[in-house]
């Protein structure tokens, strides 16, 4: 059985968890910190556990925001789409912010917020065996 796993970097202490597949959907949306607008990521869990990037999206440009990444770049409702980066990432890792990361999900299913783990705090974000 696969999870998804929040840890402290430095500690090690489980913050969260969810179950999780080969193919699960990771949703991980936050606030841009200084252009203050949504930020979507959408990765997917692959054969070695990779999180791989296949899209964001977000309401306008601004510092910091790429011009274009991966192979597709659309308007639609509002929102850009960039998509087909295929970006893979070990893990993922951030210093928390009650406001900033408004919601990680994994196939659809909510796991937690920023506002649900400790602030200012080194965390990671990996897909790793049971144990």
Known sequence: ?????????????????????????????????????????????????????????FPAFGAGIPENKGGICRVENGLIYMSEIDQAFKELVWLNSHTAVQEISLDGRYVTKGGELPPHVRLRLVIEKGR
């Open 1 to 57: 059985m696969l999870y998804l796993r929040i840890y402290d970097w430095k500690t090690g202490e489980l913050y969260a968890e969810a179950p999780a597949e080969v193919g699960s959907t990771l949703f991980f949306g936050w606030i841009h910190s200084l252009e203050k607008i949504p930020w979507n990521e959408y990765y997917r869990v692959d054969e070695n556990f990779a999180l791989v990037l296949d899209t964001i999206t």
